[in-house]
């Protein structure tokens, strides 16, 4: 397969302010990539900015934006096109699990999960598409093994990884003759905060090696976003023993 240096190209990250969006920001800078770091958390993400900055010597910009408000994400890719003249990467990670079974579910957690999840990736799609497609860039989703197999768990978090590769791929059909990749990662349990707002996060409960490591859907995006002319539509990474436990 024909890759490409990645090196003075841009890219946009969502959810950039932990686990999987942090991981994926540090890899493609150590690649020569200029990133642009978008989530709710604007202290995060100017610590994280200033290490990859100091790491990488790349260029960055922090733009703290609600996936869920459709102008602040216009104004996200806007932003970052003005700054660096361009878009060549976008990796739609921002997404969030509440609550669990649907008898117990609040309407809260249902719609925030909606919003965000939903919403969110396509808000950011939207947006971004038109600059990829003057890039003939590579958008990237973060979906879930939870989208391609049911989750007794949570339901209403499975629909919508369900949804994102549906999306994604329906995208990708729509899009490939205009010249813009499309791969979506489908992680098992990543230990990341994810979880945490719930009780515990995968973080604390698994310990180091167990399950997925950030840094691993980080290598997958650095793979994804290099991909040149024919493409991975779909990558899952499991942890070896995930179909014992399914």
């Not at 996060?201 to 997925?212: D, I, L, M």
């Amino acid at each position: 397969m024909e890759t490409l240096s990645l090196d003075g190209r841009t890219a946009l990250i969502t959810g950039a302010s932990s686990g999987i969006g942090t991981a994926s920001a540090r890899a493609l800078a150590r690649e020569g990539v200029d990133v642009a770091l978008a989530a709710r958390r604007e202290d995060e993400l100017a610590e994280l900015a200033d290490e990859i900055e100091s790491d990488y010597g790349v260029e960055t910009l922090t733009v703290p934006t609600d996936v869920r408000e459709e102008e602040a994400v216009d104004a996200m890719v806007e932003e970052c096109v003005e700054r660096f003249d361009g878009l060549d990467v976008v990796l739609n990670n921002a997404g969030l699990g509440r609550g669990g079974a649907v008898e117990s579910l609040s309407t809260e957690d249902y719609r925030l999960m909606q919003e965000t999840n939903v919403d969110g990736m396509f808000f950011t799609t939207r947006a971004a598409l038109p600059h990829l497609k003057e890039s003939e860039g590579n958008l990237i989703f973060i979906g879930s093994f939870a989208g391609q197999y049911p989750r007794p768990s949570n339901p209403v978090y499975a629909a919508t990884k369900w949804w994102t590769r549906g999306f994604a791929h329906s995208v990708e059909a729509s899009v490939g003759d205009e010249g813009v990749a499309i791969t979506v990662i489908n992680p098992t349990e990543v230990r990341t905060e994810f979880g945490a707002d719930t009780g515990e996060s995968f973080a604390e409960r698994f310990e180091q090696g167990e399950v997925t490591e950030p840094e691993e859907i980080a290598e997958a995006v650095v793979f994804a976003a290099g991909q040149r002319n024919s493409t991975v539509s779909e990558l899952d990474l499991y942890r070896r023993d995930k179909f014992s436990h399914f």
